[in-house]
Nanobody
Framework: VQLQACGGGLVQAGGSLRLSCEAS????????VGWFRQAPGKEREYVAA????????DYADSVKGRFTISRDNAKNTVYLQMNSLKPEDTALYYC???????????????????WGKGTQVTVSS
């Protein structure tokens, strides 16, 4: 599976963006997918995760209530709707796929099958 994140950009605080993680190759619906982000000078941070069926969803506390993860397996795409954006949300966002949620929920330190290229999100104050 090859993953590509897109949809990033520059937005003012309080604004919204929708990121997409588009997959090609092997059957996308076999995988749980997670979103991560990394700001300059900071460690990679887990953002959100969704199971292969969409039946299990999880969020980091820092984005809970503001971000929504969803997926459309027919389109081989996972989305991250980001509302009420804050300057501290500024980061490179990228998606990752694993056969189970576990590796994603533990921060992607191991067990991730595929990492995608990122998309930059910049939130101005």
């Amino acid at each position: 599976v090859q993953l590509q994140a897109c949809g990033g950009g520059l937005v003012q605080a309080g604004g919204s963006l929708r990121l997409s993680c588009e997959a090609s190759g092997r059957t996308f619906s076999d995988y749980a997918v997670g979103w991560f982000r990394q700001a300059p000078g900071k460690e990679r941070e887990y953002v959100a995760a969704i199971s292969w069926s969409g039946g299990s969803i999880d969020y980091a506390d820092s984005v809970k209530g503001r971000f929504t993860i969803s997926r459309d397996n027919a389109k081989n795409t996972v989305y991250l709707q980001m509302n009420s954006l804050k300057p501290e949300d500024t980061a490179l966002y990228y998606c990752a796929a694993a056969t189970t949620l576990g590796p994603i929920l533990t921060g992607g330190r191991g067990g991730i099958d595929h990492w995608g290229k990122g998309t930059q999100v910049t939130v101005s104050s």
